[in-house]
T-cell receptor
Framework: EAAVTQSPRSKVAVTGGKVTLSCHQTNNHDYMYWYRQDTGHGLRLIHYSYVADSTEKGDIPDGYKASRPSQENFSLILELASLSQTAVYFC????????????FGKGTRLTVV | QQQVRQSPQSLTVWEGETTILNCSYEDSTFDYFPWYRQFPGKSPALLIAISLVSNKKEDGRFTIFFNKREKKLSLHITDSQPGDSATYFCAASADTGNYKYVFGAGTRLKVIA
């Protein structure tokens, strides 16, 4: 079964601190994504990657960096966390092709205080 | 600016009724439209999908109707059940070489017994 594992599942961070969210997939998928979920905004794409060592900006990349060191791993980095980045973050993966299913991790609830 | 718009934002129906969820888009390059369902506290998961070559897609009680000319889709849930209570996301992707998915803000559905 397709599996996307996120860590940590929840985190409290201080404003101005650095936060790293990690994601690991065992699906052998080329594509990986980081989405942010806020009430009323649905799922917004932050960064995505279709090959190791390369990342692409999504629709809301400001304040976030991403790293794809291997096909299986994809990290989201908040260098200077801000209150506005409090949200639930989902990592996802998919195979190549537009009509393939996107598989989501369980999400990370990030609270910036 | 939302590339994929959904309405209504929330909806309450009685058990047994037909639920209609609406979705519209603007980008003419979009040609694949999956619907994802998210139960409270869970990750989104693929429910049903349709591509540009079809006008209708059925899967049990769930049917997508697609008006390509108006760039509108609707998800119909017949005989709605309390277990259908969830948030439904319409998404879109384009065959432009990289398969970026764009999600709408979602419709929160509550089915009352």
């Amino acid at each position: 079964e397709a599996a996307v594992t996120q860590s940590p599942r929840s985190k409290v961070a201080v404003t101005g601190g650095k936060v790293t969210l990690s994601c690991h997939q065992t699906n052998n998928h080329d594509y990986m994504y980081w989405y942010r979920q806020d009430t009323g905004h649905g799922l917004r794409l932050i960064h995505y990657s279709y090959v190791a060592d390369s990342t692409e900006k999504g629709d809301i990349p400001d304040g976030y960096k991403a790293s794809r060191p291997s096909q299986e791993n994809f990290s989201l980095i908040l260098e200077l966390a801000s209150l506005s980045q409090t949200a639930v973050y989902f990592c996802a993966s998919s195979d190549v092709g537009e009509d393939t299913e996107v598989f989501f991790g369980k999400g990370t609830r990030l609270t910036v205080v | 600016q939302q590339q994929v718009r959904q309405s209504p934002q929330s909806l309450t129906v009685w058990e047994g009724e037909t639920t209609i969820l609406n979705c519209s888009y603007e980008d003419s390059t979009f040609d694949y439209f999956p619907w994802y369902r998210q139960f409270p506290g869970k990750s989104p998961a693929l429910l049903i999908a349709i591509s540009l070559v079809s006008n209708k897609k059925e899967d049990g009680r769930f049917t997508i109707f697609f008006n390509k000319r108006e760039k509108k889709l609707s998800l119909h849930i017949t005989d709605s059940q309390p277990g259908d209570s969830a948030t439904y996301f319409c998404a879109a992707s384009a065959d432009t070489g990289n398969y970026k998915y764009v999600f709408g803000a979602g419709t929160r559905l509550k089915v009352i017994a």
